[in-house]
Structure formats: C-alpha cells, structure tokens
C-alpha cells in the first residue's frame, strides 16, 4: 500500500531564517529589493549560505529571476521550482503550457522539501520570492495570499512607489494581515514626484508599529540589454562597495533591515518555547486537572490552516546551540556552525485537529470566505444593540436556519417515510406546514439550552396549569416541574443547562446541582466483529441485542416501525411514562440528542428508539396534563402546534451536517419544537448559538404584561460578526452539499448504497472498510466502533473495569496518535486528539480532503497496533 505524504507545516527552522517576499502589486520592484537582501546577507552572515527560492515564475528563462539574483548577487543559491515559458499570470500559463498543473498540496510540498533541504547546507537565509501581486493566481488558479497560508512565512512586503501605490500597498498589506501573515517590514522606492513612502512610512509606524524603510529607485529600463545590465551593475555596486556618503547610508539601511529581521526571528523563537510555561503559571484550563498537566504536555498552537494546527515540536536548544543574532556593524559576525537537519528538526510540525476544536471546525480553520464575511460585518457594524432592533445578517440568518430545517425535513419526507406524522407529507405544503417558525440568538449551546427550557418550561406551565418554580414548595425529586431525557446526556457547563442532566462526573461536585428530572435507558449502536448491532435493550424489553447488515438499515426507521421493531420501545416508554406520573413526578420537556450523545461518550442511540421516544411523548398530553383532559386549543389543523410534552432537539453537536445532514431531526423522521445549534453554525470561527423554536411555543410568552416576554438575552446577542459569518458558513455547506462534495469516500471512490431500496439515508467520510477492520480487533481491546458524517468513535475495552468519563483505556492510543509519524525523508506530524473516558473519538470537517483522512487512517492504524501489541494481534 502507497504512503500517503505528510501533510505540510510551517517553515520554521532554528538555524534558518525564512522570509517571504510579497509585491503590493506586479513590477514593484520585488526582485531588486531580494537582490539587495541577498547581496547584503551573503556580506555580513559569510558563514551562512543565503538562498533564493521563486516557486512559480513566467515569462522566458533566461530572463527569469533566479537569473537576476544569480548575476547580482553572486555566490546565492538560486532555485525555480515550476518555470512557464508565457510571460501571463501562472494560472493562464500552466494551462496554456504541456505540463501537468500542479495542486496547491504539491506545490507547497515542493517548497517545504527544497526549505529542509538548506538546512543542512548551512544555510542562514532563506528569501521566497512571489509572482505577481497579492492576489496574482498560483498555476491551480488559488491566490498566492491564500495558497501560501499553510506556511505560515513572515512577510517582506515591497510597497509600490507609483502613482496609486499607496493605495495598493495598504489593500495588500491589509489582504495578508486578514489571513493572518505577520508583515515584518515594508520596503519601497524613494520617488521625488509622489512621496508614498512619506506617507507610508507614517501610516505603518503609527498604526501598526511596522517599519518602513526606502532605497533610491533603480534606473529605468532601456531596450539594451547590455546597457540595461551595466545600468543595474552600477546600482547594485553601490551597496556591494559602499563608501563614505550615500551609498554607506544605503547599505546601512539593507544591514539594519537584515538585523530586524533576524531579531524577529529570534524573538519568535523565543515566545514560542516560554509559552508553554507561562501558560502553566497564568492560565485556568477547561476540563483540565492542572496539578497533573505538565508543561511538556501543554499544546503550543502557533497557527491553523485547514484541518491542521501548526505545533511547537521541537524543545528549545542549549544556548551554546542557538545560532548567534546578527552582528553589529562594523565588525563581521563570528557564527558557530549551523546546526545540521539532522540534529535540529522543523520547530513547528503539523497536527491534524482531531477533535474539529471541540467539535466547532467544519469548513477549516481560517477559512478566508468565513475571515472575509467577519470582516465585512466588523466594518459594516462593530457591534449594535438588538432588543427591538434588526439588521440584516441576523434576518438573513434567521431565515437560512428556519428554510435549512424546513428543507431537510421535506427531504427526509421525499426520500420515504412521513416523518411520523409531524409535518406535511408533501413538499408543496412544507413551507406552510414547517414546525419551527422563530429564531432567539445566543452565545454558545449551553445558553442555548438554557433558553430552550425556558422556552418549554413556560409552554407547559401555561397549558397544564403549572406553578411557579421547582414544585411550588413541594419535596425535590418527587413533583417538582423536570425534564425528560436519556442516561448519560450532558447538555452544557452552565448551572441551569447541568440540571438538565443525570448526575455524573461533570455536575456531581458542582455546589447547586440539583438535577431536575429523569432519565431513560436506551439502546446504542456499533459495529462489532464486522457486524452493526444494536444492543443495550431496556429491561423488559426482551432482547438483548439484535444484528444488521449495514448502518444504512439501521437508520431505515421507517421500514424497521413497519415490521414492528419499535412496538417494544413504545411498551418500555409507555410504562416508564405511566410510573413516573403515578410516583407524582411532573415533566415540562423532552430534551434529547439527537442520534448521538456526545459528552455522554460519544454514545450512539438506537435511531428508532429516540423515534418511538417522541412520539409516545407527543401521544401523551391525557398523561402529563392534571386533570387527565386534553385541552382542545393545543390542537391545530397543520399539526405544528406541541402535544405532551415540548419536544426539544439538543443539536448543538449533531446539527448542521456533522452527521452528515443539516438537521440531525431527520434521521428519527421526526421534528422538534425547539431546536438548539452552536459549534458548526460559525465554521468554528467565532461563538453563536441559535434557539429555534415553533409559534406555538412561542405564544405561550405573549401577554399584555411584559415580565411574561422571555426575559433572556445577553449584550452581544446576535452579534453582527457571529451571525454574518454563520451565513457564509451554512450557505457553503449546502453549496457542497447540492455539488454532491460528500459522494466519494475515504477511499476516493464514489460511495456506494450498501441498502439498494434506501436513499442516502447515511454516509461518512471515513472509509467503510477502515472501521469494519477496527471493529474486528479483538473484542479483548475494541469494544466498539463507529462512524457517520465526519465523526468517527472507537471505544476501547477498559482493563481495570473503569467506565464512563473517568475511564483510562482511550489515553495510550490518544497518546500514539500525537506521538504521530516521524523519517528522515517526511516531515513529521501527529494528530491531536481528545477522549472520553474509554472512548476515542475522530472529526473531519466538511472540507477535509479524502487523501487527508486516508492519512489520518494510516496514522490511527499504525497507533491501534502498536497499543494492542503484538500478542493480540489477528
């Protein structure tokens, strides 16, 4: 089997000091200034090679730049990666040329390889040259600002010294700051008739603390080229032999540039080794025992790009091994050698971020269409007040949200089933028949969920006659107004959200934790052996497991209610329902994840129970009202209106397609009436939580007395930033969903139905064949796997009979994985990974690329053996 490659990092060497040469636009002068900085480099650092790399270049050879560099600044090494004979930008000259057009991976990969190659040839400098402006395409058709992100070099940017210049040098220094590059200084042509550099020089000191420096503009080009060439002789020669008066003053600006430059460096370096260590001394972590995190296990991030973190790898060296700074002028540096490849390693490696950072990443870290539409709404608004207010990326959002949900139910009521009787079986009468109808913005999902019980709690209160408060002063725990939910859900770290939830390992020490309902056993789903199993039945329902052929008939709901799988469950519930009333218990919502509870170990639940679940529940208002009696208002002729009990959908997690849809509502083939999102709703970019809900919720709140208004809302609620980039974020993915991004597998190939009369009913990104291998490791180690959408779950077996959040079994293949793959001829990576408890779980994002997660495999396959061991293996 072919190794995957590594994926590409940061070029960030100790012994080499790498630079990036950006032009503010086309024919700025790019090329003489790298001349200028090699030419100087190569005088005060002689015993250090100085190298010049131009990865892509157009136009005729011989009169290309690593041409120029090589006749001027003698003694440089010179590299062209990918040369085109057509003098047009390069994405129009590799396809007008003969040769294959190389990705934007391999090209990165080119100049990642060439990079780690000087590190053992001494070298000191490292100046990569770009073509064009900015924004000038790659040879795939990319912009260089965003094709050149993963690298994550510091920026040289030449300024432009013509008529409009300013302009553009400020447009591109503020395109490679959106992108996050570090612009370390800006270089520019002195020019008597315009003077942008007076006013740049100016604009970068005072607003961004960012040098400008100039030298004399060049002479003009003439059409001989032997006087062209004696002309740029001569102006070279005055930095290459400077004597007293201008040309001293010349070379002294190229030198302190240098050293700029190298304390840059230097001082990078130097922030990322403490980091660790100041982090420690200052810094609260969540989820975290800080008295059992040693520093050398605290994650040093110093940039994202995709589905990669770039890490610090790499301890710092001894200071006999750091290579000295820059000298001081006018005594020539005494440099120790430089320390070779083979001792001193990348300092940054690539980490693919295992667990999508807390499940919020989905279309990439600084995804630049998610950083573009922040910025618009940053410029557009800031942040404005929106009690009794609008603006438009709230109502667009809005909108989006409530059209998404509407749309992947009639999906799911086209592609067979009636979606259990909750909204219109026909897709001309969805948009008049659509359960939820309103959208309350907020922080992030715990708070969501906060609303959302409010929400319910008000809803049943209002219809049912209810008090006030928990019980109205009667006992806790035996009336008191609570919730119904499954064992083991977790829906958010705030006080409210937490009593929500069963007790257990997150709320059990927590001072006012009072849970404030019940919770129902449930069956889950894995894949064990090879075969998919549902298992874990409640007691009473006379099965203790039962075998599929595939995950698809698993989540074939429809089919398995009609042969009568489901008849069981709704006996369970029924009779769990009927004791719990009789005991004197009195409920206001049914709050469920849908498909998969997350915090609660990553658990899959059987699809049709939490199907069986809700519409017993709705079947039900007879059971939880107090009189026995069914109030006649709660019944509307669209069926949109609540019945039992609050239906609401915890889609914080599972929502907006990390299983693979937009709603996860859709796989039970049943709606909610209050439905709660976060994580993917931004991209991952910045935090907003949405809490749809339907009208008939909603006018339990409406009164001629304002305190029974939801009186909820926090400073920043609908932010104009959060909700702007929410909109691009969803509008993408169903981009990619109605493309049919999705259709091919880890594998590459297209996916296939494993249940021919079943209509995508489930997918993954994962390869099918990779989990049937890991559910058939022994049972002794694997205990269970699965996977849907971009989320895969392995279970490990616990040797010393740990469950839950405390167990231990997950840790040694999380710590394999971030040991990840090292060689002398790959650029070692690792995945960073969480667990829970005896489970380790894996995200993609909806953008990683098929070969990505074939990389990810390869690595998690490599980590299961070797923890396994060898007398286990099969």
């Known amino acids: 089997m072919l190794r995957i490659p590594s994926p590409t990092g940061s070029l960030l060497w100790r012994s ?52 120029h560099i090589h006749r001027f ?15 047009v930008s390069p994405h129009l000259a590799a396809r007008r040329s003969n040769h294959a057009i190389p990705s934007d991976d391999a090209l990165l990969a080119e100049i990642s390889r060439f990079a780690a190659g000087q590190t053992s040839r001494d070298a000191g400098w490292l100046f990569v040259e770009t073509a064009g402006g900015v924004h000038s395409p790659s ?36 395109s490679l700051r959106m992108r996050g590059y570090d612009v370390e200084t800006v270089l520019l042509f002195r020019e008597t008739q315009y003077q942008n550099h007076v006013y740049l020089a100016e604009y970068f000191r005072e607003r961004h603390g960012i040098p400008v420096r100039t030298l004399p503009a060049p002479p003009k080009s003439v059409d001989d080229p032997r006087a062209d060439a004696l002309l740029m002789e001569r102006y070279y020669s005055s930095s290459r032999e400077p004597s007293l008066g201008a040309a001293r003053e010349e070379e002294d600006v190229l030198h302190s540039i240098l050293l700029h430059l190298d304390a840059r460096h230097q001082s990078r370096l130097a922030r990322l080794d403490s980091m660790a260590t100041a982090a420690s001394n200052k810094i609260w972590y969540p989820f975290t025992q800080q008295r059992h995190l040693p520093t050398s296990q605290i994650l040093v991030i110093d940039s994202a790009r995709g589905d990669y973190f770039q890490t610090l790898a790499s301890p710092s060296p001894s200071p006999s091994d750091s290579p000295a700074a820059g000298p001081s002028p006018p005594q020539p540096p005494q440099l120790p050698p430089t320390i070779s490849s083979a001792t001193a390693p990348p300092v940054l490696q690539p980490s693919f971020d295992g667990s999508a950072s807390w499940w919020t990443q989905g279309l990439g870290h600084a995804n630049p269409s998610l950083t573009l539409a922040a910025s618009y709404a940053a410029g557009r608004y800031g942040h404005v007040m929106f009690a009794e207010a609008v603006h438009e990326p709230a109502l667009a959002l809005a909108e989006a949200l409530l059209d998404g949900m509407a749309a992947s139910a009639a999906c799911r009521s086209s592609s067979g089933g009636s979606g259990g009787g909750d909204d219109a079986t026909d897709n001309n009468t969805t948009r008049r028949r659509r359960r939820l109808s309103r959208v309350f913005f907020s922080d992030n999902g715990s708070t969501g969920v906060e609303v959302a019980v409010k929400m319910a709690l008000r809803a049943a209160r209002v219809r049912y006659g209810y008090g006030y408060g928990y019980g109205e002063g009667e ?79 698993v989540f074939d709901v429809e089919a398995r209610e009609a042969r009568g799988e489901g008849r069981a469950y709704e006996e369970f519930i029924r009779r769990s329902l009927e004791e719990l009333v009789a005991r004197g218990r009195r409920f206001g919502a049914l709050m469920i994840e849908p498909v998969v509870l997350g915090a609660g170990g990553m658990l899959m639940v059987d699809p049709l129970f939490q199907r069986t679940l809700v519409k017993v529940v709705r079947q039900s208002a007879a059971l939880f009202s107090r009189n026995g009696t069914i109030d006649p208002s709660a019944v509307d002729e669209d069926k949109t209106a609540w019945t039992g009990l609050p239906v609401i959908f915890d889609e914080v997690f599972t929502g907006l397609y990390r299983l693979g849809r937009f709603s996860a509502a859709s796989f039970l083939g049943v709606d909610a009436d209050i439905s709660v999102h976060a994580k993917l709703l931004t991209g991952g970019l910045v935090p907003l939580s949405v809490t749809l809900a339907s009208e008939s919720i909603f006018r339990s709140f409406e009164s001629d007395d304002k305190s029974d208004a939801l009186l909820h809302g926090h400073s920043y609620t609908a932010h104009p930033i959060g909700c702007q980039v929410a909109l691009e974020s969803i509008r993408e993915m169903q981009r990619m969903e109605a493309r049919g991004d999705w259709a091919r597998d880890a594998g590459g190939a297209k996916k296939k139905q494993d249940v021919p009369s079943v209509r995508d009913l489930v997918w993954s990104v994962w390869s099918p064949d990779f989990v049937l291998w890991v559910s058939q490791l022994p049972a002794s180690f694997v205990g269970g796997v699965w996977a849907l959408g971009s989320v895969l779950t392995i279970r490990l077996a616990s040797v010393d009979g740990s469950q839950g959040y405390k167990g231990s079994a997950a840790r040694a293949v999380r710590d394999a994985l971030l040991e990840g793959r090292t060689g002398v001829d790959e650029p070692q990576w690792n995945v960073h990974s969480r667990v829970l408890g005896n489970t380790l779980y894996l995200m993609a994002g909806q953008k990683t690329t098929p070969e990505s997660v074939r990389r990810v495999q390869d690595l998690l396959r490599g980590a299961l053996l070797r923890v396994q061991g060898p007398g286990q293996q099969t």
């Not at 006992?475 to 006080?495: F, K, P």
Request: proline share 5%.
């Open 139 to 174: 040879p795939s058709g990319s912009t260089q600002a965003d094709l050149y992100m993963p690298l994550r070099l510091p920026v040289v940017l030449v300024g432009d010294s013509k008529l409009g210049g300013i302009s553009q040098t400020i447009s591109a220094f503020e």
């Open 16 to 67: 080499l000091r790498t630079y990036q040469i950006y032009g503010a636009n086309t024919d700025v002068g790019k090329t003489i200034f790298t001349t200028l900085l090699c030419k100087t480099a190569r005088r005060h650092w002689r015993n250090e090679e100085t190298v010049f790399l131009k990865p892509v270049s157009t136009g005729a050879a011989e009169d290309a730049d690593d041409r």
């Open 475 to 553: 006992a806790e725990g035996e009336r008191g107004l609570g919730v119904l939910g499954l064992q083991g859900s977790y829906h958010g770290d705030t006080i409210g959200a937490m009593d929500c939830s069963p007790p257990g390992v997150f709320n059990e020490k927590v001072e006012w934790y009072r849970g404030r309902g019940f919770w129902l056993g449930y069956p889950v789903v894995e894949c064990r052996g090879g075969r998919w199993v549902v298992s874990g039945f409640p007691e009473g329902t006379a099965r203790e497991e039962a075998e599929y052929p595939s995950l698809s008939a």
């Open 73 to 87: 600044a003698p003694g440089t090494v010179t590299k062209t990666l990918f040369q085109y004979d057509l003098a």
